[in-house]
């Protein structure tokens, strides 16, 4: 049991030293609602890899990770501004932005910017390693 415990710990501190290029890469606002002035926490696009990857981890406030945590809270209505973050120039955001698009997919605007949205590949593999 310690182990496990060992093991959570070392990834909880590899995580934090991504921590400032993160915020810098973020400007230190949330990465998926742009939210400023509210606690930001790290969340890495599952599957999570051995050692955490800077190319996999986003910088979101708390409200933002407790829905991505429980996809059934999340909120169709506030997600409108996927339509930006699609044409991220980071990846990952794109990534991110792709996989919440299809868990709206029922929703008309939703399936558009699907239909709309041209991404590379690498993004569009980085979105189907997993989903809600």
């Known amino acids: 049991m310690a182990r496990g415990y060992d093991t959570n710990q070392e990834r909880k501190q590899a995580l934090s030293l991504l921590?400032?290029?993160l915020a810098r890469r973020a400007k230190s606002k949330c990465e998926l609602t742009q939210a400023s002035g509210v606690p930001l926490v790290t969340y890495e696009l599952p599957p999570a890899p051995d050692d955490p990857e800077?190319?996999?981890?986003?910088?979101?406030s708390e409200d933002v990770l407790a829905?991505?945590?429980k996809p059934s809270k999340l909120r169709a209505d506030e997600w409108r501004h996927l339509?930006?973050?699609?044409?991220?120039?980071?990846?990952?955001?794109?990534?991110?932005?792709?996989?919440?698009?299809?868990?709206?997919?029922?929703?008309?605007?939703?399936?558009?910017?699907?239909?709309?949205a041209y991404l590379d590949p690498e993004v569009e593999i980085l979105a189907d390693q997993a989903g809600f």
């Open 19 to 21: 921590g400032k290029d």
């Open 67 to 69: 829905q991505l945590n």
């Open 83 to 116: 339509s930006e973050l699609i044409w991220s120039d980071i990846p990952i955001v794109q990534a991110m932005a792709l996989r919440l698009l299809r868990h709206f997919a029922p929703e008309p605007w939703a399936q558009n910017l699907i239909d709309e």
């Open 54 to 60: 800077f190319e996999r981890c986003l910088l979101v």
